[in-house]
Nanobody, 121 residues
Framework: QVQVMESGGGLVQTGGSLRLSCSASGRIFSINEMEWYRQVPGKQRDWVAGITRDGSTRYEDSVKGRFTITREGKKSVYLQMNSLKPEDTAVYYC????????????????WGQGTQVTVSS
């Protein structure tokens, strides 16, 4: 059983910072890429940032220069969010994409339950 858990959300004023954490647990052999998504009620879930096993990073255009994704080991990832704006308000989800689990065939994706980020104006 693989579980993905996020933490670090909260309420912050415009221009403030938050650091989200995500950790995957279970008999994980490897995770190809860990990613952050966000979703506002009534809208689709949007990709925010991703980091591969070899440390390559990529960002959605609206967060470039403000958000930084880092990885610790093969199961944990962080999202440092600076210069936050009200439009960053959303539930943030972590995803472990391309996960290989010991003694389990196939490659799967696993998602966390999300953490709320609210930026007040």
């Amino acid at each position: 059983q693989v579980q993905v858990m996020e933490s670090g959300g909260g309420l912050v004023q415009t221009g403030g910072s938050l650091r989200l954490s995500c950790s995957a647990s279970g008999r994980i052999f490897s995770i190809n890429e860990m990613e952050w998504y966000r979703q506002v009620p009534g809208k689709q879930r949007d990709w925010v940032a991703g980091i591969t096993r070899d440390g390559s990073t990529r960002y959605e255009d609206s967060v470039k220069g403000r958000f930084t994704i880092t990885r610790e080991g093969k199961k944990s990832v962080y999202l440092q969010m600076n210069s936050l704006k009200p439009e960053d308000t959303a539930v943030y989800y972590c995803a472990a994409r391309g996960t290989v689990v010991l003694d389990r065939p196939g490659i799967n994706d696993y998602w966390g339950q999300g953490t709320q980020v609210t930026v007040s104006s």
